[in-house]
């Protein structure tokens, strides 16, 4: 395999310095934050639900994408195929892991889904497979080479980028933010109106309103970067750079916050630093599935996936 020849990289010397230490104070916030979840996920037992299991995958996923980041940038070709390929697998990884969650918490809530973990086998195909074989189509046009302050698809064949990455992401932004919609109405319409719903609940719809917002911080500057870069490929802008450079390499830290950290993973370590065992808290954030149910048209799926004295586990 061989680069492309990205041209020139758009920016002065101390310019791409800069760009490079941005980027690697961002994927090691990243990757600090990732392998706290990846810890906690195999420290913690209980902790394992299947939605949690989820965020696990996507942790994995974040960590690795971290990588990249804190690769030389020497010219070398096989370090900047490297970060290619590290680039466009796990951070389209990371993105599809997000839809796998949306979906997961869409058939539990809405549907009253018990068996949510049968789709695990599907889910590793589609954030596994899927930005695999995305990565590969550039390699066939020898499409990965400088890329501007990095090493990603050239300039001059920009149209991966858009076919790899970045259609995907806004195609999966609208499927999340779809499913979160139809999950939001369906709550508000359990614990809204009726006021049924347990402070821990109501922690959980809101919270719910953060998780496809995530993409919006994470990859606005980038894609509005990058589709400047197609229209004048000459003039790239520093600071949007820069934004784009730190906002898109820490996604591991939102995903952490917004995914990670809930009430159950804070109860733990509170325990662990105070030397005892948190009881009486570990499903706080749960919601009350048994009270959703009935009204629409996924009744009678509901009904064959929803069994007497069973509760789908997907607390986050």
Wanted: proline share 4%; hydrophobic share 45%.
């Amino acid at each position: 395999m061989s680069c492309a020849d990205g041209g020139d990289r758009g920016f002065e010397p101390e310019q791409l310095a800069t760009i490079e230490a941005l980027g690697k104070t961002a994927s090691s916030l990243s990757f600090v934050c990732s392998s706290f979840i990846i810890v906690c996920y195999a420290a913690f037992p209980d902790l394992r639900k299947f939605a949690f299991k989820l965020v696990f995958f996507l942790s994995i996923s974040d960590m690795l994408s971290s990588i990249p980041g804190f690769l030389p940038m020497n010219g070398q070709c096989s370090m900047c195929l490297a970060q290619a390929w590290l680039y466009s697998i796990f951070a389209n990884s990371s993105v599809f892991w997000t839809a796998c969650i949306t979906h997961c918490l869409w058939r539990a809530l809405v549907h009253h889904d018990v068996d949510v973990a049968r789709f695990e086998r599907y889910y590793h195909f589609v954030s596994w497979m899927v930005p695999f074989f995305f990565a590969v189509l550039p390699q066939l046009d020898n499409a990965y080479g400088q890329a501007g302050a990095w090493c990603w698809i050239v300039r001059s064949k920009d149209h991966w980028r858009y076919i790899q990455f970045y259609i995907p992401l806004w195609l999966i932004f609208g499927f999340n933010l779809t499913l979160y919609l139809k999950i939001v109405l369906r709550l508000r319409s359990v614990f809204g109106s009726a006021g049924e719903g347990s402070s821990g609940d109501m922690k959980v719809f809101w919270r719910l309103g953060l998780y496809p917002v995530i993409l919006v911080i994470c990859w606005s500057a980038a894609t509005v970067n990058r589709l400047h870069n197609s229209i004048n490929p000459d003039a790239p802008i520093y600071w949007l750079t820069c934004v784009q450079v730190f906002l898109s390499n820490t996604a591991g830290c939102w995903n952490c916050l917004a995914y990670g950290l809930n009430t159950n993973v804070r109860d733990k370590l509170r325990g662990l630093l105070s030397g005892r065992r948190q009881l009486g808290h570990a499903d706080r954030d749960d919601i009350q599935l048994t009270k959703i149910g009935g009204g629409d048209e996924g009744d009678g799926e509901e009904e064959r996936h929803h069994r007497p004295g069973q509760e789908p586990s997907v607390a986050l």
